[in-house]
DNA sequence: CAGTGAGCGAGCTTCCGCTTGACTT
């Protein structure tokens, strides 16, 4: 019936762009590609010029069919996809797998959905860039080569399973190279002095001053001559000045920006604020959520502007122009923003709403005045020394993008200084100080900071790899694979020492504190450690940071006609396959092997390894005579590292399992499994709960983990049945279950456990609520 | 997830970028 067949990438596009378009044209969508290099084999042909191979995936034959139908009914199609390079490629397979004829179909472009620009796109279609499409392609077999010919050399020279790719193994050499900056960082500390002054102020009043020592002492024997010096000392004023400031708003999200405030302000990982996002999407309530550009349409500026005057009146509006900046944008769509900026508030879950909310306020605050500043300095002279205070206040005159919206940073550690954005009492030049207290406080160096999701997209993006589409994909893969992992760790206490002046005498006294606690950070694991050394090692052409911007060059070059894409892969290809071939020829397994040193007692040389289950330490040589003796093995224990374990720590694990003594005639040991610490007695397992530590642990304790697992085992059985011995009713660790011949099934909610006869029991099994079996990654 | 505390067996694993559903407690 139609006349006019639409093709867009995604439903929510086709459902807003149909409305404009009116009865003559249907618009659907392709869901993204359509066609992707065969999945099972290598996909290209390298024989014959590299010939991709495409086939539909499984997952769009449906959509591809019926879009086959449609594109037959119509007289004309219009393929409407994403102006970028994957976009103009997906328009080709669309023309390729549904066999459009030329004169039937036509490329039409927009970069905002609003009807003007969607009624002018149809006024100017143009023809499929077969430049850009093969820009793409360009891209999509290199990383297939990439990714195909790399995790097989990881497979046999490292483990199976293992994957490397052009994207996730540089975002893995991120995080292990900043943790090996964190193991080498060699923290110092020195003194810093702030000092509590009081003011006579004209009007009769006192008034509180905090000042800082700009220098800091290197030594506590320094800071506390300070300290002396201003036993006797005057403190005048000797400066204030006044400084104007301005501060900007934040240009409008991209997916990077966003994925990094919400993380910082409402605790969401990458993933679910894309989940998120999808949702509000899907709504209808923001626009496209997969974007780096920080482009705002001319409608949007125009109601952002009567949004915010209607607010806060007219000098609080200030339309902006954002450009983006990161590497290899390709600005498909706008920034992401409410698709209504009038509404301020939207219906949802509370994780849409906080998310809308943000996205609402960095829009308008994008739109919004600068903040104006004044920063006064008050320099301060000691009569008795060299060194100034420094007093530093901050008043905003006006507020400017701040009444809505101020963008986090990551830095946000507790000790900055005391007196950034105090506000300063009425002072003049010449005005005496009266030091109330002056503290030198020993302050620690920082360590690198470690990443969290949201900073290494950042990160990522900086270095122009990766696409707003991939971002949270590649997060999860690194962690699925289990190179990187995510999680908190505790700190460790440190002590500092903290001088005090106070009414003309020094005292000195040791704080703790803690320090280096992580929440939700990146951490590399051992194997991720590995594998990126040994990617360095051998394929330091695709692991330098560098190597997407270069293909990217490259590719714009295919794009521009510049140059031609079978030629660009083929003088990649040959030198890489041929250090895949001598990777493979010549280098060893690698196990990530570090030798510790040797054992005091035996002399035996003690080392740590990957091994088959997981990183383990070694007390002895392998070796090939069979009469030698065998070395010893041990795991290591969750919190230790190949990278970091120390001799002792290593020999401290060969101590396991370790003898308690007898209990009942039987040897009670303590051991450490896969499991974690466990007491063994009789052939029976106890764990030791994790306030036990396996290494001290006693035979008294042990014991009475032992009755207290006997306790449990007796109120364990629930019911036993006359008929069937098999047959039990038990209490397990998440609730009644019934057990009956090795295999475990559930018994409905609200059924009394107590209950159950014999009959009962048998026809929940037949209707076979059976549990799951542990499945296997 | 239902009770474990090892150690060369075959076959399989894998990339990046577009996009949304389909699966349960």
């Known amino acids: 019936m139609q006349e006019n067949l639409v093709i867009v990438e995604s439903p929510a596009k086709a459902k807003t762009i149909e409305k404009f378009l009116g009865k003559d044209f249907l618009v659907t969508s392709s869901m993204g590609h359509i066609r992707d290099l065969e999945k099972k084999d290598f996909g290209i042909d390298i024989e014959n010029n590299y010939l991709p191979k495409y086939v539909v995936s499984d997952d769009k034959k449906k959509i591809v069919a019926e879009l086959k139908k449609l594109a037959k009914k119509a007289t004309m199609v219009w393929l409407a996809s994403d102006e970028d390079r994957e976009g103009e490629a997906i328009a080709w397979h669309l023309k390729e797998e549904l066999g459009l004829k030329a004169d039937k179909t036509k490329r039409i472009v927009f970069h905002e959905i609003t009807k003007d620009a969607i009624l002018n796109a149809i006024q100017n279609p143009r023809n499929i860039d077969e430049n850009l499409v093969n820009a793409q392609q360009a891209r999509r077999v290199l990383d297939r080569i990439v990714g195909f010919e790399l995790s097989p050399v990881l497979w046999k020279k490292v483990k199976p399973s293992l994957s490397a790719g052009r994207v996730q193994s540089v975002a893995v050499r991120l995080i292990v190279e900043r943790e090996r900056e964190i193991i080498n960082f060699k923290s110092s500390s020195s003194f810093r002095v702030t000092a509590n002054f009081q003011a006579h102020l004209s009007d009769g009043q006192t008034a509180e001053v905090k000042a800082e020592l700009p220098r800091r002492f290197d030594t506590r024997q320094e800071a506390e001559a300070f300290l002396e010096k201003c036993k006797t000392a005057r403190f005048t004023i000797a400066d204030i000045t006044r400084k104007p400031a301005r501060r900007t708003p934040a240009p409008p999200f991209t997916t990077s920006t966003l994925q990094q405030e919400a993380s910082r302000k409402l605790g969401f990982s990458v993933a679910q604020t894309m989940s998120v996002a999808q949702r509000l999407y899907e709504g209808g309530k923001i626009t496209y959520m997969r974007t780096d550009s920080v482009n705002l349409s001319g409608l949007a500026l125009n109601t952002a502007s009567q949004k915010i005057t209607e607010l806060h009146g007219d000098k609080y509006v200030q339309i902006r122009q954002y450009k983006t900046k990161s590497k290899g944008a390709q600005e498909a769509h706008e920034a992401i923003r409410p698709t209504y900026i009038d509404h301020e508030t939207i219906s949802g879950s509370a994780q849409e709403k906080r998310l809308y909310d943000l996205i609402w306020k960095r829009t308008i605050a994008s739109q919004m005045a600068d903040a104006v500043l ?39 550690n507790g000790n900055g200084s005391p007196n950034s954005s105090d506000l300063l009492p009425p002072l003049k030049a010449n005005d005496q100080l009266k030091a109330r207290q002056i503290l030198a406080t020993e302050r620690f160096t920082q360590k690198p900071p470690r990443y969290t999701e949201a900073s290494l997209v950042k990160r990522l993006e900086e270095l122009g790899i990766g696409r707003p589409s991939t971002y949270a994909p590649t997060i999860s893969t690194i962690q699925t694979r289990n190179y990187v992992i995510r999680e908190d760790r505790p700190g460790t206490e440190r002590q500092f020492s903290v001088l005090e002046l106070k009414n003309n005498t020094i005292s000195e006294t040791t704080k703790t504190e803690i320090t280096g606690a992580e929440k939700s ?230 059924t009394q456990p107590e209950t159950l006869t014999y009959e009962a029991c048998l026809k929940l099994i037949e209707e076979g609520g059976k549990t799951q079996k542990r499945q296997k990654k």
């Open 521 to 750: 950070k990146l951490f590399p694991t051992d194997i991720g450690m590995v594998v990126n050394d040994f990617l360095i090692e051998n394929f330091e052409q695709v692991m330098d940071y560098n190597f997407t911007a270069n293909v990217e060059k490259e590719f714009d070059d295919i794009a521009e006609g510049k140059r031609v894409w079978n030629e660009m892969i083929d003088r990649f290809y040959h030198p890489f396959r041929q250090t895949i071939e001598s990777t493979l020829k010549n280098s060893e397994k690698t196990k990530g092997e570090r030798i510790l040193g040797s054992d005091p007692k035996t002399g035996k040389q003690v080392s740590v390894k990957i091994g088959r289950f997981g990183p383990i330490a070694q007390l002895g040589e392998s070796t090939v005579d069979e009469d030698q003796e065998k070395p010893q093995f041990a795991s290591l224990r969750p919190s230790q590292h190949l990278e970091t374990i120390t001799l002792e720590e290593a020999l401290e694990l060969f101590k396991m399992p370790r003898e308690l003594g007898d209990y009942e005639n039987k040897k009670v040991t303590v051991g450490v499994g896969r499991f974690g610490p466990y007491i063994r007695h009789n052939n029976q397992f106890v764990s030791l709960p994790k306030t036990d530590d396996p290494y001290s642990v006693g035979l008294e304790r042990a014991i009475e983990l032992i009755e207290a697992k006997r306790e449990k085992e007796r109120n364990a059985v629930i019911k036993t049945f006359a008929e069937d011995a098999d047959l039990r009713v038990l209490n397990g660790r998440w609730g009644p279950y019934i057990a009956y011949k090795k295999s475990n099934f559930r018994i409905p909610k609200g």
């Open 374 to 412: 004044e920063k006064t300095t008050i320099t301060i002279d000691i009569s008795t020394a060299e060194e100034k205070f420094i007093a530093s206040g901050e008043v905003i005159i006006f507020d400017g993008f701040l009444k809505v919206y101020m963008e986090s940073s990551d830095e946000e």
